[in-house]
């Protein structure tokens, strides 16, 4: 029987190494400590947004790469067959000066040698090859690669902005994860409160020493307890969820927190953050890359006005019209003379564009601003609010216990306990929500200034 016992424990041991092995990874997963700086690094890893935004800055160092080739060469090869219904009038032409020449010849007993026929195959075929180069544009091709250029930069800055946004929202996440796991902490601790004090309630009304009254009350108050801390830890599941949404990992992804998070530090004064947030926000630098691209289509608009000169070489060859390959080079300009003013209206569309692109950097000057002084005033009464409801929970806590001591002994109802208890609760949930509030004010400081 031993035996068996102990085969049977081997085979159980085999069976859990083996589903221990063959798990999938996000059991490992499950094992992680998040911090806030890893969240931000997962975040920035998987985020199909940023990805996007990558893609931009790839899509535009290529046009970069493009308008820097249009400075070269151009070489163009060009083949082809041909089948005509008549030989062509120049193949004629030479056909007949061929025969006439051939005719002198036997007049001439051989004085004027003879020449051999043009072929009178009607298919013809050949090739030709063409290179051309620009030399004088109007300033449209310099102007096309520096806005080229200022696209580059602004997708950059794109990118930078989107980098902030999502850094700001995987830490408004995590700290949201926080704020519900301690919230459902602080309600598992008042169920357990509670739940001493009906224990106590039931004890001291078997004993007569206190009226059903004061029973009846502790057990309303334990269920109604109880059902916040059913919609506490709902909160959490929640909370979770959205983090994992926002890492873009699995929504089944569970991770180790850390203790409570310690108060991040505050910028010392408003006129700093200010200055700050108008040097480092990446989306300044994008409204400049804008007008420099507005400035560079005044341009190419106006080239338009100019003439054009490029290098022209070409050689072809067909076959049997002329055997012989033949060559070609020259100097090629043109200028519009006129085009219904297109060209005008084209510049003045530009110019327009210029000038939109100005007052948008006005207004985004101005929004980030208020949205510094924003961020920095609900820093400043978050933090103000944690040493208040601090004070709060310290005097809450005294008073539940002296609560307790009194109803213990006799001195007060269970009313005076049930009030120390929901007070205590209330202190509790306010200091946490409190310092939470504060480091997400502190993080959406960071983002209005500019802060990687």
């Known amino acids: 029987m031993n035996k068996a016992i102990q085969a049977n424990r081997s ?12 798990s999938p ?15 931000v690094q997962i975040a920035l890893e998987n985020s199909l947004q940023r990805r996007m935004a990558a893609k931009d800055v790839e899509i535009a160092d290529e046009g970069l790469s493009r308008a820097r080739a249009e400075f070269g060469p151009t070489v163009t090869l060009q083949g082809g067959l041909y089948r005509y219904d008549d ?33 009178d195959s009607r298919t013809y075929y050949g090739g030709q090859i063409k290179v051309t180069q620009p030399l004088y544009t109007g300033n ?23 980098d902030n946004d999502l850094a700001l929202s995987a830490q408004k996440a995590f700290y949201t994860v926080m704020l519900s796991r301690q919230m459902a902490e602080a309600m598992d601790e008042a ?41 506490a830890h709902n909160n959490v599941n929640l909370a979770q969820t959205s983090l994992n949404y926002v890492l873009g990992v699995d929504m089944d992804t569970r991770y180790t927190y850390d203790d409570a998070p310690q108060p991040l530090p505050l910028p010392l004064d408003l006129k700093t953050c200010i200055k700050t947030g108008m040097e480092n926000r990446p989306e300044i630098g994008a409204v ?17 006005h100019l003439p ?32 219904s003013g297109r060209t005008s209206h084209k510049k003045a569309q530009a110019a327009r564009g210029l000038e939109k692109a100005r007052i948008v950097k006005k207004q985004l000057f101005r ?20 040493d208040v409801a601090q004070k709060s929970l310290d005097t809450a806590q005294e008073a539940l216990n002296a609560a307790r001591t009194r109803y213990r002994v006799g001195l007060s109802t269970s009313l005076e306990r049930l009030d120390a208890e929901v007070s205590l609760t209330r202190a509790k949930t306010n200091h946490i929500h409190a310092l939470s509030m504060y480091n997400i004010a502190v993080c959406e400081l960071e983002r209005a200034m500019g802060k990687e």
């Open 191 to 231: 169920v357990e409160s509670m739940t001493g004090h009906v224990q106590e309630a039931t004890a001291y009304h078997d004993q007569k020493i206190v009226p059903k009254l004061d029973l009846l009350r502790a057990q309303e108050k334990l269920a109604d307890l109880r059902q916040q801390q059913l919609y």
């Open 367 to 386: 929004g980030i601003r208020l949205a510094v002084e924003k961020a920095y005033h609900d820093a400043q009464a978050a933090l103000k609010s944690i």
């Open 87 to 119: 030989q062509p009038s120049l193949v004629q032409i030479n056909q007949g000066l061929a025969e006439l020449n051939n005719a002198l010849s036997a007049m001439t007993y051989g004085q004027v040698p003879e020449v051999s026929l043009p072929s």
């Open 25 to 39: 990874s996000g059991t490992c997963r499950a094992q992680d400590r998040l911090t806030v700086d890893r969240a």
């Open 140 to 162: 449209k091709l310099t102007a096309t690669r520096r806005l080229a250029q200022a696209n580059l930069e602004n997708a950059r800055k794109n990118l930078d902005a989107s």
């Open 288 to 304: 400049d890359a804008q007008i420099q691209m507005a400035k560079e289509q005044i341009a190419i608009a106006q080239s338009d």
């Open 11 to 22: 085979f159980l041991l085999l069976i859990s190494a083996v589903l221990i092995l063959v």
């Open 308 to 339: 054009t000169l490029a290098l022209v070489g070409e050689a072809h060859r067909y076959e049997p019209e002329n055997e012989e390959p033949s060559a070609q080079i020259g100097i090629v300009a043109s200028i519009d003379l006129f085009d």
